[in-house]
């Protein structure tokens, strides 16, 4: 099955929404990583949430959702930019028990940040109530920061991800009637049709009484933004005193990114030229 984004507007009434479907795109993400199947779950429903919301942005960058928590979990990051790439990562602290979000996290907040090509970086941040799902997490958010009435269905399951998002346009005209009508559409649709069905059948099976117009296919996939460079940044950002007290004491300094699990080796030459500017950071040993 192919990872897909749909988009769609209803011709007689001031609602727009999306479908996603992630199969390639999460097992990319998993692969890198032993994550708990509990854990593997909630990633694949903000993978599907970040893919979502990204698209209704009219912005070129990267949007970045993270949940923190107190909980066994204690991160969860998910990136995705406005050419529809994906990366996500977490972090827990020993065994994670099955059961819902809140489990998972304790006390916790979600954090969104609007990170652009060009112009200032824009940051959001609501706390997580007990007993939220993603979905209402998100929901959440739309509603008290963004004054945005924004319905959202997630699942994630046998190494996929879906989701279904309908909003209310700020500024629509029409069938003043069709806001509930379509978010009680939309609550019919199962986990297993939102992942299993294509796109098109998803909103033939929801609004086939409906005028709906559908845009051309997005394909999400993923990617990952490290690079040496970028590493090499985050060293002198760390300083110089510190990351040759590393080289002094094991010869190098390894890193490696979270998110896609590659390698990044600098040495006492490359530290000296990282700092003193003299020369490009030549390239290392880089595994993958």
Avoid at 181 to 188: C, D, F, G, N, S
Avoid at 231 to 244: D, S, T, W, Y
Wanted: net charge negative; aromatic share 6%; glycine share 8%.
């Amino acid at each position: 099955m192919q990872d897909i984004l749909e988009r769609f507007v209803f011709e007689e009434a001031p609602v727009r929404g999306e479908v996603v479907q992630l199969h390639d795109t999460v097992h990319e993400v998993m692969s890198r990583h032993n994550y708990p199947p509990v854990l593997q779950k909630r990633i694949g429903e903000l993978m599907a949430a970040a893919t979502l919301l990204s698209a209704t942005l009219k912005f070129e960058g990267t949007m970045i959702m993270q949940l923190h928590g107190s909980g066994p979990v204690k991160l969860i990051v998910v990136e995705c930019t406005s050419d529809m790439t994906l990366r996500a990562t977490a972090r827990w602290d020993g065994d994670v028990p099955d059961g819902e979000l809140g489990d998972l996290l304790g006390k916790g907040r979600f954090i969104i940040t609007l990170d652009p090509d060009e112009g200032e970086t824009y940051q959001g941040i609501v706390a997580y109530e007990p007993g939220q799902s993603v979905a209402q997490i998100i929901e959440h958010y739309m509603q008290h920061s963004e004054q945005l009435e924004t319905r959202m269905w997630l699942t994630s399951q046998n190494g996929g991800a879906a989701g279904l998002l309908v909003q209310k346009m700020p500024a629509g005209k029409g069938d003043a009637d069709a806001w509930e009508r379509v978010q009680k559409l939309a609550e019919t649709i199962t986990d297993d049709e939102l992942l299993g069905l294509t796109p098109r059948d998803v909103l033939y099976r929801l609004f086939n009484q409906e005028i709906v117009r559908v845009f051309d296919p997005q394909t999400p996939r993923f990617a990952c933004t490290c690079s040496r460079e970028r590493v090499g940044g985050m060293l002198k950002m760390v300083g110089r005193e510190e990351v040759e007290s590393v080289i002094e004491e094991r010869k190098k300094v390894d890193v490696t990114c979270e998110f896609c699990g590659k390698e990044y080796e600098f040495d006492a030459v490359d530290v000296a030229q990282l700092f003193t500017g003299a020369a490009p950071v030549p390239p290392g040993p880089q595994v993958h």
